[in-house]
């Protein structure tokens, strides 16, 4: 069943048809997806059996319940919605958690190797970039999670908001990321363990927040 399908089309239709058309409509986090589809099937399923009880019989009763719980065109929005603000959520939880480990990742494992740190100004420039770009990404994620969770509570936040989310997330990882790998070279660090701390520790989950963010650009 299309989302733009007519009333008379709509009332045909059985609950069982019109939770799996809906399932198919969204797009998003399953977790979420499930959760908000299994509510409107869990309404439906009360709507029809308050029917059944009625004394209709369990066609009429789903068809009833259908046409009371509106059309998928009508229903669709609202939740994209909520899907879209809830993976920009957990996108900048995710964000948030990746940068959070840089500071021991840096002082730490790659600090404690045998490298050279240049003088050159282009390190320089990279070296404050991570000092003090790291700070504003940190500080940015966390406004993003506040607007995607608890401000999402005190106001309607919309698909505009998990948008400016997913796009400075991607900004912000995929520029990490460049500049981290960019001081390892200059570093001169040929340790192979060190490398590999790089990309189990920077690469890795910054490519995987950025994968998150456009995944949330698709359910916008």
């Not at 998003?28 to 299994?38: F, H, I, M, W």
């Not at 998928?72 to 940068?99: C, G, H, I, N």
């Not at 045998?114 to 000092?131: K, Q, R, Y």
């Not at 990882?173 to 189990?200: E, R």
Request: net charge neutral; hydrophobic share 50%; with cysteine.
């Amino acid at each position: 069943m299309r989302a733009g399908g007519d009333a008379a089309t709509l009332e045909r239709v059985s609950t069982e048809a019109y939770v799996v058309a809906l399932d198919k409509s969204l797009v998003g986090p399953r977790r979420t997806r499930r959760g908000l589809v299994q509510e409107a099937n869990d309404h439906l399923d009360d709507a029809a059996a308050a029917y059944r009880r009625a004394g209709h019989d369990r066609v009429d009763a789903e068809r009833m319940a259908v046409g009371d719980f509106g059309e998928l065109d009508e229903l669709v929005p609202a939740f994209q919605t909520t899907l879209a603000v809830a993976s920009a959520r957990r996108t900048a939880w995710m964000l948030l958690v990746v940068l959070s480990v840089q500071p021991l990742l840096w002082d730490g494992p790659l600090g404690r190797h045998d490298h050279t740190h240049p003088e050159g100004l282009l390190f320089s420039i990279l070296n404050d970039c991570v000092e003090y770009g790291g700070g504003l990404m940190i500080l940015t994620a966390l406004v993003m999670l506040v607007a995607t969770s608890l401000g999402n509570r005190w106001f309607s936040v919309g698909r505009g908001t998990a948008r400016l989310t997913s796009f400075t997330m991607i900004g912000a990882a995929t520029s990490l990321k460049v500049i981290g790998v960019a001081m390892v070279l200059l570093s001169n660090m040929t340790d192979p363990l060190a490398w590999l701390t790089v990309v189990a520790f920077l690469v890795v989950p910054l490519s995987v927040t950025a994968s998150s963010a456009r995944r949330t650009l698709a359910a916008c």
